[in-house]
């Protein structure tokens, strides 16, 4: 089995991205609901791939009684990233700031400077991208006379793409007493000038008429009349932010009307109002008349949400393990002893039944003791070296900024097809066509007869590359606690998993009554051989079928057309005589013209399509797609949620589909109990999934969570049952 030498150069390159690592680690970690959040000795500077944040200060004439003393959060955005006004509009959190200040010292409230309107498709948000400044007034007391002002700040922001990351960081500051303080002048002068100037109420007015807000503002500025004005209400939910307002000029006088959200839990009787255009901002407080419709429900934060926010600050209400009462946050022993158990169970999975036969095959021919125990260590350190570089691998990645989890590498079209090659030819081998040592310099192949443990190490190797897109039971715990642990300690989880996948191997290695309970090498260890090549060529077609679903049928097909023709390639490097080199010379020349004309097809991307409908009103029994934010509008509406984390290439997740989510029993219950059903498809890479998993403590699928109204998400296990689903379901 010369060829898995390949396999070896792969995971040795891989882990040359160890290098990668440590320009991200000194600024924040992700914790196990993944909220980013500061680590190192608080300073004024907290920095995350998504924003950058720091605390600045403007005294220009010192700290004292009546002097303009100002304190403010900066965050600049990277591009597409976005964080919330005090009203957030359809979705979001505002920033939040806790001060602790020094005795006579208080802080104001936020001088808000105007948001923007930011379309998340059929939703609207408030807020800012870019680089803000939200400055809050200090009030100095009589008497304060210390030489510093010594300010902390706990910030919390909620950073938003197409994902929400909610984020934190602490801060500190020093300002001087007696000295100016005013090197952050232009940043505060800027915000002063953005924020919204106010406006005396006048003659404005607004009226509840039905399920619509009529809005009168007298006394607006003359440069503002005949134009066409952004409206921003500060009290959230009364209106549909994403819904278009009609407004028009009567002279001085500008009116606009705008809808009522179905979910408003407010009946203000007066509402401050900003009116916007260009970089000029006003702020009016205008009194409601009317009579209000019957409000919804007060609708809290999401558990999921909120317990990621207070997650940093106090040990919060994680995930729940099905089965389990108030699970503890995992620890460093428990995750590792997860791990192992997990590696041990890897074994038994349908992903890694092919290198089975490699196994039985190999340890048969081992007739010694000494070399079985040398085979049995060979094979584990394969294994568990090429688990601790694939997480090396993963976790430099994600060091970078790559939203990524466990079995990252089969989003890859490319590698996807590379391992439909590597299992054909050793189908193929296996099958008998030919022997790797025949393409071998006459050299080479007698160092490999000599190095059987050699042939072992590559074996685990290649085990490795065969299980990694697996998530056993106690691994997906293990794995997604590991994401947010320091380098060390995250790669001792991943080596963990290496070692439980290696130990039955190596126990029956070491213990003599094993080998004897073996049948002795003979005639059968050929058809036994030819046997194991058709579980190789079944996995091939799997790979196919998971290439389809990342490049769609014309990069399947392309992709089996290439496999013909390699597989021709191989026969005529076979053959005998004259007609080796014409043929040979052909069937290579015909290889290279077809991954020239259909090669590119195999890695194009196949367009990204709903397949799912994603209709409210679509039954409980329907799967409908997963997109961010919608298990929030599901549970806002008093409905369970349950979430299938799939893929393609998880041989896990498409046996729980076939079996357990496709009973008639279990489809009965979750119609029954009006269970709306989600699938988050992780076939081709998606941040928003990737950054879902992270909250959830998980970084592979499958995972299964139950979302219940007012309660923690319930995180069923990777093997599901008919029996732990129903009995879930009925607790609902």
């Given at each position: 089995m010369n060829f898995k030498r390949l396999i070896f150069a792969t995971f040795f390159i891989a882990t040359s991205a160890i290098s990668t690592w440590a320009s991200g680690q000194n600024s924040f970690n992700i914790n196990a609901l993944g909220t980013a959040t500061a680590t190192g000795a608080a300073g004024p500077v907290v920095t995350t791939p998504e924003v950058r944040a720091e605390l600045m200060a403007w005294a220009p004439d010192g700290v004292g009684p009546g002097k303009q003393v100002w304190l403010g959060l900066q965050l600049a955005?990277?591009?597409?990233?976005?964080?919330?006004?005090?009203?957030?509009?359809?979705?979001?959190?505002?920033?939040?700031?806790?001060?602790?200040?020094?005795?006579?010292?208080?802080?104001?409230?936020?001088?808000?400077?105007?948001?923007?309107?930011?379309?998340?498709?059929?939703?609207?948000?408030?807020?800012?991208?870019?680089?803000?400044?939200?400055?809050?007034?200090?009030?100095?007391?009589?008497?304060?006379?210390?030489?510093?002002?010594?300010?902390?700040?706990?910030?919390?922001?909620?950073?938003?793409?197409?994902?929400?990351?909610?984020?934190?960081?602490?801060?500190?500051?020093?300002?001087?007493?007696?000295?100016?303080?005013?090197?952050?002048?232009?940043?505060?002068?800027?915000?002063?000038a953005a924020a919204p100037q106010p406006l005396p109420t006048g003659g404005s007015s607004i009226e509840v008429e039905g399920q619509t807000l009529k809005v009168s503002l007298a006394?607006?500025?003359?440069?503002?009349?005949?134009?066409?004005?952004?409206?921003?209400?500060?009290?959230?939910?009364?209106?549909?932010?994403?819904?278009?307002?009609?407004?028009?000029?009567?002279?001085?006088?500008?009116?606009?009307?705008?809808?009522?959200?179905?979910?408003?839990?407010?009946?203000?009787?007066?509402?401050?109002?900003?009116?916007?255009?260009?970089?000029?901002?006003?702020?009016?407080?205008?009194?409601?008349?009317?009579?209000?419709?019957?409000?919804?429900?007060?609708?809290?934060?999401?558990?999921?949400?909120?317990?990621?926010?207070?997650?940093?600050?106090?040990?919060?209400?994680?995930?729940?393990?099905?089965?389990?009462?108030?699970?503890?946050?995992?620890?460093?022993?428990?995750?590792?002893?997860?791990a192992l158990l997990g590696g041990l169970i890897l074994n038994l999975m349908p992903c890694v039944f092919p290198v089975l036969a490699i196994k039985v095959v190999g340890f048969v021919q081992v007739k010694n003791r000494s070399e079985r125990v040398a085979t049995g260590l060979a094979y584990s350190a394969g294994v568990v070296l090429s688990f601790l570089a694939l997480g090396a691998l993963l976790l430099g990645l994600r060091a970078t900024g790559e939203q990524l989890g466990?079995?990252?590498?089969?989003?890859?079209?490319?590698?996807?097809?590379?391992?439909?090659?590597?299992?054909?030819?050793?189908?193929?081998?296996?099958?008998?066509?030919?022997?790797?040592?025949?393409?071998?310099?006459?050299?080479?192949?007698?160092?490999?007869?000599?190095?059987?443990?050699?042939?072992?190490?590559?074996?685990?190797?290649?085990?490795?590359?065969?299980?990694?897109?697996?998530?056993?039971?106690?691994?997906?715990?293990?794995?997604?606690?590991?994401?947010?642990?320091?380098?060390?300690?995250?790669?001792?989880?991943?080596g963990a998993i290496g070692v439980g996948m290696a130990l039955p191997f190596l126990a029956a290695s070491v213990v003599p009554a094993v080998a004897r309970a073996l049948p002795r090498p003979g005639a059968w260890m050929v058809t036994f051989r030819q046997l194991m090549a058709f579980p190789m060529f079944a996995t091939v077609a799997w790979l196919v079928w998971v290439l389809g679903q990342q490049s769609g049928i014309d990069g399947a097909g392309a992709l089996l057309g290439l496999l013909v023709v390699m597989a021709l390639a191989v026969w005529?490097?076979?053959?005998?005589?004259?007609?080796?080199?014409?043929?040979?010379?052909?069937?290579?020349?015909?290889?290279?013209?077809?991954?020239?004309?259909?090669?590119?097809?195999?890695?194009?991307?196949?367009?990204?399509?709903?397949?799912?409908?994603?209709?409210?009103?679509?039954?409980?029994?329907?799967?409908?797609?997963?997109?961010?934010?919608?298990?929030?509008?599901?549970?806002?509406?008093?409905?369970?949620?349950?979430?299938?984390?799939?893929?393609?290439?998880?041989?896990?997740?498409?046996?729980?589909?076939?079996?357990?989510?496709?009973?008639?029993?279990?489809?009965a219950d979750l119609a029954g109990k009006n269970v709306a059903l989600l699938r988050a498809d992780w076939t081709r890479r998606d941040p928003a999934v990737t950054a879902a998993l992270a909250q959830l403590g998980r970084s592979g699928v499958p995972v299964y969570v139950l979302y219940k109204p007012g309660r923690a998400p319930v995180i069923l296990s990777e093997i599901l049952s008919v029996d732990d689903v129903r009995a879930e379901l009925a607790r609902l």
């Open positions: 955005h990277q591009p597409e990233w976005h964080t919330y006004w005090k009203n957030p509009g359809d979705s979001g959190l505002p920033t939040m700031l806790a001060w602790t200040l020094p005795a006579g010292v208080s802080a104001g409230e936020i001088a808000w400077p105007a948001p923007k309107k930011i379309p998340i498709g059929t939703l609207a948000n408030y807020g800012y991208d870019n680089t803000v400044l939200l400055p809050v007034p200090l009030t100095v007391a009589p008497g304060f006379n210390a030489a510093n002002l010594d300010v902390q700040l706990q910030a919390t922001w909620l950073v938003c793409r197409k994902e929400c990351i909610p984020q934190d960081g602490s801060f500190s500051l020093s300002v001087p007493v007696k000295s100016s303080t005013g090197m952050n002048s232009q940043a505060f002068t800027a915000a002063f006394g607006l500025p003359a440069a503002l009349q005949g134009q066409t004005l952004a409206l921003f209400p500060e009290t959230g939910n009364v209106t549909q932010p994403a819904a278009p307002i009609t407004q028009r000029w009567q002279g001085a006088l500008w009116t606009a009307q705008m809808p009522l959200t179905a979910q408003r839990t407010d009946s203000p009787a007066r509402m401050p109002l900003v009116v916007a255009f260009n970089e000029a901002a006003y702020r009016l407080d205008v009194p409601v008349k009317g009579a209000w419709p019957a409000p919804v429900a007060v609708v809290e934060v999401p558990p999921a949400l909120e317990a990621a926010l207070k997650a940093n600050a106090a040990a919060g209400a994680a995930p729940v393990q099905a089965g389990a009462s108030g699970a503890a946050p995992l620890g460093l022993l428990a995750a590792l002893f997860g466990w079995g990252f590498q089969l989003q890859n079209p490319a590698v996807v097809a590379a391992l439909a090659v590597l299992f054909t030819l050793m189908g193929l081998n296996l099958a008998g066509l030919f022997e790797f040592g025949n393409f071998l310099p006459s050299r080479l192949a007698t160092l490999q007869a000599k190095n059987p443990t050699v042939n072992a190490f590559l074996t685990g190797v290649l085990a490795t590359a065969i299980a990694s897109p697996c998530t056993a039971p106690f691994m997906g715990a293990s794995l997604g606690y590991a994401i947010g642990l320091p380098a060390l300690q995250a790669l001792a989880v991943f005529a490097l076979t053959l005998p005589g004259r007609a080796r080199p014409v043929i040979a010379t052909l069937s290579i020349a015909l290889g290279a013209l077809a991954v020239w004309a259909v090669g590119p097809n195999v890695i194009k991307p196949l367009a990204v399509a709903a397949e799912l409908p994603a209709s409210p009103t679509a039954s409980a029994a329907t799967w409908q797609a997963w997109e961010p934010g919608r298990v929030d509008q599901l549970t806002a509406q008093g409905r369970s949620v349950f979430v299938d984390f799939t893929a393609a290439w998880c041989v896990t997740c498409q046996y729980n589909k076939k079996t357990t989510l496709s009973d008639e029993s279990v489809l």
